[in-house]
């Protein structure tokens, strides 16, 4: 995977499916759960963040990102919870989202 | 610091910011055309600047296409758009600063560490951030370099 593939899935996918995420609060308001559900579900024009993450990672050709593929698949398989602002998703979504974030950077900083 | 002005293709950022960072005046620009005109009528005490613009249409990027690909990639036009979408947030800061605004310019983005010397060595006041997280960028921002 090239340096500018790396900072593309990092620029593209990291730090946006995080934006949110990383800063939200024990209480947050149904704005910034609404922000959450664009960062994870309608990061592109009807897009999810997986689903650009593995456009961007097909491009890379990178195995050693499955662990983050299976991350998203769990941050999918919470939408409607996290649609609904149920509490628990949404915390669950969100550190999932931050840690995909570490670990994408991670990647790039090792490579 | 109480106004910032966000310089994105998208309008990500300037969301983020007028949530998490709800005390400061956030202006959104989409190019340098844009940030240009905003700072002449409004001003601002900083820029926050996206680095990547990849949905911005090639007409509303800074650099000549066809000049950019004869001077660094052998006439390869595709190859000269990406390059001007990968450096378009320092290329829009290079318009800024000639145009005489020398306010703090903050980047959320991984700059090795010469790179943003070099950043540092030609557009002054710049600074840098790896996260879109609320309390680094405040941090950023008030502390200056």
Request: charged share 25%.
């Amino acid at each position: 995977m090239s340096r500018r593939e790396l900072s593309l899935l990092v620029h593209d996918v990291g730090k946006y499916v995080a934006r949110t995420a990383r800063n939200l609060p024990p209480e947050p308001t149904r704005e910034m759960i609404d922000m959450l559900v664009r960062d994870l579900y309608e990061l592109r024009p009807g897009q999810r963040a997986s689903h650009v993450f593995a456009l961007a990672a097909a491009i890379a050709g990178a195995p050693a990102l499955d662990h983050v593929r299976a991350m998203f698949e769990e941050i999918d398989a919470l939408e409607s919870e996290v649609r609904a602002g149920a509490p628990a998703a949404v915390k669950r979504a969100a550190a999932i989202a931050r840690d995909i974030e570490l670990r994408l950077r991670a990647l790039a900083v090792e490579s | 610091m109480s106004r910032l002005l966000v310089i994105e293709d998208g309008d990500e950022y300037a969301e983020f910011a007028r949530v998490f960072l709800a005390d400061l005046e956030v202006t959104a620009a989409h190019s340098a055309a844009d940030a240009l005109a905003a700072l002449r009528a409004h001003g601002a005490d900083a820029l926050l600047i996206d680095l990547r613009f990849d949905r911005a249409p090639a007409s509303a990027l800074v650099g000549d296409l066809d000049a950019t690909a004869a001077r660094l990639f052998a006439g390869d036009r595709e190859r000269a758009l990406r390059y001007l979408q990968d450096e378009q947030g320092t290329l829009i800061l290079a318009d800024l600063r000639a145009a005489g605004f020398a306010l703090p310019a903050l980047f959320v983005h991984d700059f090795p560490p010469r790179r943003l010397a070099n950043l540092r060595r030609l557009y002054g006041d710049v600074n840098a951030v790896s996260s879109l997280d609320a309390a680094t960028i405040r941090r950023a921002l008030g502390g200056g370099r």
